[in-house]
């Protein structure tokens, strides 16, 4: 099937030009923030919260005017280095939280107290984290696997997931909102590679049969997320198709982006048609299938000045231009997507559509998970296809998900607020740190590549921070002009981020009437941090795991492995979890910082 410049095509790239703003700024690695035009974002928080929310967030401002001009360069290791007023003007403003663990616990039966120090205790034990997933696999051999499950559902499923049934999800979810905290509903199934390549229409159907009963159970997490206001589902899109195919995919859109790369040999984020013909189509593995590469460079030069960008080549030859599609099909055993991916690709879409469709029809928003860096390109890919479909028209409905532990998070982030600008959809973004960091690195040294996790724990901090940082001046400066900001989820159990993040906010003057920054942290995780902030009246929300024990035992082995890595942290919480049960047994008063009425509720 050649790719050659045919009325289609010609057709195609002036639906993409029509798509794209006039302005077509040069998009390096990282592209300098600018004010720009976005699409009215949903209000969700109401009037009595946002009183609250403002009179928290008002102080005497510091001059923000150079903050917002500052432009951030690129130092060698990926991890932005923020100008120097910009960065102590943050240092200055940065809030103080002041998480107060007793708020949190008073909400807590003390059976559940009980379990919370277990757990916690068993976090703090690296030795017996480490050692956990064997003990459940020799557990499954020894045909003692009922025995496991009942210890894991009495104690971690039990304090970091909602539940297995409708009622005791909701239930939770309700709880939280009581104490003004929102939820993400979350079916914690993972899927991975298998152990073993599986090949033939018997693995590829059982494949499909497992994305459609993932689907469906997506569309039941609708359903209970609409019961509580406001609420958000989380969405992995590994569940919606066979992971062998994601990989494959992503595996050729990697490629397309990495021939980019080595072709803007400059470095100045643009290439010219000899470039792109020599360096991009020659890389891909179906770039002998092209039969015109000038027709198709015409297609992806929109504005016909003989250059073009990242975003051009992305926008123009993703997988959803069915005349780009040969270029992601292996010819032999070489990498590349096979004949029956781009079937399997338009089901994936079609699933995560309806999903989409689903939440807008409950009123419930969604959260694109990230996941292992090996399928992410295609879960940006299909994440951005819902945003242009689903983030407009007055509303922003769904959030990708961006890990900034990922040498690449920045510049990734950064190139995907622009695409939005250009076709003219809401950005909205969550940030977390990442969860996958051993898995990624162990991966990267047994098949010989580089690691995609920045070197260290402070390059990931300073990563994170910058992010939110950039962000949060995109808001201000789109506020600052009467036009709609983006939307920003800060998701992270570390208060110097939070208290950053909220110094920030108050020195630029962030209206937070329409929840355009959002806090959240695990369910069973930092409970004082998100009872704190929903004190302050600031937009929290926990995210709640939920579904059959067995499907998300990898997510309760993931949270031992994160809770032991911050041992000293963990320790501090079962001392928190003690102390209220001592008091609780000796019927002590709540400490004076908590209001008697914030106490109501709690069950001895």
């Excluded at 984020?269 to 027709?295: E, H, K, N, T």
């Excluded at 975003?311 to 997988?319: F, Y």
């Excluded at 689903?358 to 292992?372: C, F, L, N, T």
Aim: charged share 20%; hydrophobic share 45%.
């Amino acid at each position: 099937m050649p790719i050659s410049a045919s009325p289609a095509v010609t057709a195609f790239s002036r639906l993409i030009a029509n798509q794209q703003h006039a302005l077509r700024p040069v998009v390096a690695a990282y592209a300098r923030p600018t004010r720009l035009s976005f699409i009215h974002c949903h209000t969700t928080i109401p009037a009595a919260k946002h009183a609250a929310t403002t009179s928290s967030l008002t102080v005497r401002g510091l001059a923000t005017s150079s903050i917002i001009r500052a432009r951030e360069q690129t130092s060698s290791n990926g991890v932005t280095a923020a100008s120097a007023v910009e960065q102590s003007a943050t240092d200055e403003c940065r809030t103080q939280l002041r998480p107060d663990a007793s708020l949190a616990l008073a909400h807590q039966s003390l059976g559940k107290l009980i379990t919370g120090w277990f757990v916690y205790r068993a976090c703090s034990s690296s030795g017996l984290v480490r050692v956990a997933p064997r003990l459940l696999q020799l557990f499954a051999r020894l045909r003692l696997a009922w025995a496991s499950n009942a210890v894991v559902r009495r104690t971690f499923f039990a304090w970091f997931c909602a539940g297995e049934n409708e009622r005791e999800i909701v239930h939770t979810m309700r709880q939280l909102k009581e104490s003004g905290i929102g939820s993400i509903l979350d079916f914690s199934a993972e899927a991975d590679l298998p152990a073993e390549a599986t090949e033939g229409a018997a693995a590829r159907a059982h494949a499909n049969v497992k994305a459609d009963a993932f689907a469906k159970e997506y569309f039941h997490g609708m359903h209970m997320a609409a019961q509580v206001a406001h609420a958000f589902a989380a969405v992995k899109i590994t569940g919606l198709a066979d992971p062998a195919v994601l990989y494959r995919l992503s595996e050729a859109q990697s490629a397309l982006q990495q021939a980019f790369s080595a072709a803007d040999v400059d470095g100045n984020g643009r290439i010219d048609f000899a470039q792109f013909r020599d360096g991009v189509l020659a890389a891909m593995p179906g770039g002998g299938r092209v039969a015109s590469p000038s027709g198709l460079f015409a297609m992806v030069d929109c504005d016909g000045d003989g250059q073009v960008d990242w975003l051009d080549v992305q926008t123009a030859l993703g997988m959803d231009n069915p005349l780009a599609r040969p270029l992601y099909l292996r010819e032999g055993e070489g990498p590349g997507a096979v004949e029956s991916d781009v079937e399997d690709y338009e089901r994936l879409v079609a699933r995560a559509r309806a999903v989409a469709q689903q939440a807008a029809a409950k009123g419930v928003r969604v959260m694109i998970d990230a996941e292992h860096t090996y399928f992410q390109p295609m879960i940006d890919h299909v994440a951005h296809i819902l945003q242009r479909e689903f983030n407009c028209g007055g509303t922003t409905l769904v959030f990708n998900t961006y890990q900034m532990y990922r040498v690449d998070a920045l510049q990734r982030m950064r190139c995907d607020a622009e695409r939005a600008t250009r076709e003219g959809w809401c950005f909205a973004a969550k940030l977390v740190r990442g969860a996958y960091m051993e898995l990624e690195r162990e991966r990267a040294q047994t098949h010989g590549y580089e690691s995609p996790i920045n070197p260290t724990l402070t390059a990931t901090h300073a990563m994170y921070d910058a992010g939110v940082r950039y962000l949060l001046q995109r808001i201000a400066s789109a506020q600052a002009v009467g036009q709609a900001p983006p939307a920003v989820f800060v998701a992270t159990h570390n208060c110097e981020s939070i208290s950053r993040a909220l110094g920030l906010m108050r020195a630029l003057h962030i209206d937070t009437v329409a929840e355009p920054v959002m806090f959240g942290q695990l369910l069973g995780m930092q409970d004082a941090t998100s009872y704190a902030l929903a004190r302050d009246g600031l937009p929290i929300y926990k995210y709640v795991p939920y579904g059959p024990l067995d499907e998300v035992m990898p997510y309760l082995v993931r949270r031992a492995q994160e809770n032991s890595a911050v041992a000293s942290a963990i320790r501090e919480e079962a001392a928190c979890v003690m102390t209220e049960i001592r008091r609780r047994l000796l019927r002590r008063p709540l400490p004076m910082q908590q209001s008697a009425s914030e106490a109501v509720g709690t069950t001895q």
